[in-house]
C-alpha cells in the first residue's frame, strides 16, 4: 500500500498553488461584489478557465481520458491533493472544470454514453463551455437510498415521459446548465436495485420547471441547490443513459470518486481553517497572553492538526484503493471518509470560529462559510447515519468467518474466582 505523492503530482501541486495565490486570491473580493450585484458568474471566470487550460491545469480528475480529450486525466490518488489545494477556495474548482456535479456527470457519460450521447453532451462539458446537474434526491422520500426514489419514467413510443419533484440539485440555477441526468423508475416492479434508470434531460425542455433555488443555512448559493418539478416532461429514447434498469448501479460507480474529491475539498477547507487559527492566536492578546499561550487554545491547534492528518491518510487511502481495486471494492473506506471527514470540518471550524470570537461569525473571514459547507456535507450525498449503518453491516459480514474465535481472549470466571 502506497499513496505518496509522485513527482508529476508533486509538480502540479506546485504549479496549482502558484495559479491560485497568482490569478484567484485576488480576486475572493472581486467574485463576492459579482454574485452579490447578480453577475454570476463573474465576468473574469471565462479569462481564468482559458488560462488554467492553456496551461494544463484543466480536467484533471478524470483517468482514461483520451488523447484527443482535453485534460490531463490523473488517477483519483493523484487528483486528491490537487483537489484539496482548490477546496481552499469554494469556487476555484470551477475555474479547472473540475467542480461538482459537472465532475460526477462527466464520470458517468465517459463510462456510458453513447457515440451521439458523447459528442453532444461529453464533449461540451470536457471543453467547459456548458454546465450541468445531477438531479437524484427527492422531498418527499428518504432517498440516501435510491431503491425510495419515487420520480417515474414512462416509455411512450419513441420518447420517454417522466414526472417528479427533485430538489437540492445542485448547478440548476447556474445560466449554463445545459442539461439534467434524471434518476427515476422506469419499472416500479422488478428488484429493487433494478427499478431505476438516467435519462438525459436537456434543461430548456417542456415541463422541467424550476421552483426556487433553496437556501442553506440561510445562504443563498449563485450555483443553486434548487427544487424542480418534472411535469410530462418528454425526452426522445436515445436520451437513456446505459440501459433500463441501471441507474442504481451508475449511481453507486458516480458516487465512490465523487466523496474523494468532496472530501479532499473539505480537507482544503480545514487546513485553511487552523491556518486561520494559528494566525490569529498569535496576533490577538487576552489577559495578557496571545491567545496560543492559553493551554485551551493551544490544544484545540493541536488536536486539529492531528484530526486533519488522520482525515487526509484515510481519504488517500481511499482513493487508493479505487484505483487499485475499484469503487465496489473500497465501498467501506468510502463510507468512513463520507462520515469522518466533514465531522473533522466542523470541528476544526468551530475552533477557529471561537479563537476568532465574534469576528468569526461575520463575512470578514470565510469561516462562517466553511461551517456551512461543513455542515452540509454531514447530510449531502447521504447523512451520516447513512455511511455508519453501512460501515456496521460491513463488519457484521466480515466477523462471520472468525466468529466466536475471539472468546479464546477471554478469562472464564473460574479462573479469577478467588478461594
Same mark, same amino acid.
Given at each position: ?72 486525466? /490523473? ?14 477556495? &469554494? ?53 440516501? #437510498? ?9 416509455? #411512450? ?29 422506469? #419499472? ?39 427544487? /424542480? ?32 474529491? &468532496? ?12 491556518? /486561520? ?14 491567545? &496560543? ?27 487508493? @484503493? ?13 463510507? @468512513? ?15 477557529? @470560529? ?14 462562517? #462559510? ?50
Amino acid at each position: 500500500m502506497n499513496f505518496a505523492y509522485s513527482e508529476r503530482t508533486q509538480a502540479l501541486m506546485t504549479q496549482l498553488r502558484g495559479f491560485m495565490e497568482r490569478y484567484i486570491v485576488p480576486r475572493i473580493p472581486e467574485w463576492h461584489r459579482a454574485v452579490a450585484a447578480g453577475d454570476y458568474p463573474p465576468p473574469f471566470m471565462a479569462d481564468l478557465k482559458a488560462l488554467a487550460r492553456e496551461e494544463g491545469l484543466w480536467n484533471l480528475f478524470l483517468p482514461g481520458l483520451r488523447e484527443d480529450e482535453p485534460g490531463t486525466g /490523473l488517477s483519483n490518488l493523484e487528483y486528491a491533493p490537487l483537489a484539496e489545494i482548490m477546496g481552499r477556495i &469554494h469556487w476555484a474548482s470551477e475555474v479547472f472544470n473540475c467542480n461538482a456535479p459537472d465532475t460526477g456527470n462527466m464520470e458517468l457519460l465517459h463510462l456510458f454514453a453513447t457515440d451521439a450521447q458523447y459528442q453532444r453532451w461529453l464533449l461540451p462539458l470536457l471543453n467547459g463551455e456548458i454546465r450541468s446537474a445531477f438531479a437524484m434526491t427527492e422531498p418527499d422520500v428518504p432517498s440516501s #437510498d435510491a431503491s425510495n426514489i419515487q420520480t417515474l419514467i414512462r416509455r #411512450d413510443g419513441d420518447h420517454y415521459v417522466i414526472n417528479g419533484r427533485k430538489w437540492f440539485i445542485t448547478n440548476a440555477a447556474h445560466p449554463d446548465c445545459a442539461f439534467l441526468i434524471v434518476m427515476g423508475k422506469t #419499472d416500479p416492479d422488478a428488484d429493487s436495485h433494478r427499478q431505476q434508470s438516467m435519462m438525459i434531460v436537456p434543461f430548456d425542455t417542456p415541463g422541467v420547471e424550476l421552483v426556487r433555488n433553496i437556501p442553506v443555512m440561510n445562504h443563498v448559493s449563485a450555483e443553486g441547490h434548487c427544487e /424542480l418539478l418534472l411535469r410530462n416532461v418528454r425526452v426522445p429514447v436515445e436520451n437513456l443513459l446505459g440501459n433500463e434498469g441501471d441507474g442504481f448501479m451508475m449511481a453507486q460507480a458516480r458516487l465512490g470518486p465523487g466523496r474523494v474529491h &468532496h472530501c479532499m475539498r473539505a480537507i482544503g477547507m480545514a487546513e485553511l481553517a487552523l491556518e /486561520l487559527m494559528v494566525d490569529r492566536a498569535q496576533e490577538r492578546k487576552t489577559f495578557g497572553r496571545y491567545l &496560543h499561550q492559553h493551554g485551551s487554545i493551544s490544544e484545540w491547534i493541536a488536536r486539529s492538526r492531528m484530526e486533519i492528518e488522520q482525515a487526509r491518510l484515510l481519504v488517500l487511502k481511499t482513493a487508493w @484503493m479505487i484505483d487499485q481495486v475499484g469503487a465496489r471494492k473500497a465501498r467501506r473506506e468510502i463510507a @468512513m471518509i463520507k462520515a469522518v471527514v466533514p465531522a473533522m470540518l466542523g470541528g476544526v471550524v468551530d475552533r477557529a @470560529m471561537q479563537v476568532f470570537g465574534a469576528m468569526g461569525l461575520t463575512p470578514d473571514t470565510p469561516l462562517a #462559510d466553511l461551517w456551512t459547507s461543513a455542515r452540509s456535507l454531514r447530510i449531502a450525498d447521504g447523512p451520516d447515519e447513512v455511511h455508519l449503518r453501512s460501515i456496521a453491516r460491513l463488519e457484521i459480514d466480515d466477523s462471520a468467518e472468525r466468529r466466536g474465535s475471539s472468546s479464546d481472549y477471554l478469562t472464564p470466571p473460574d479462573v479469577l474466582r478467588v478461594s
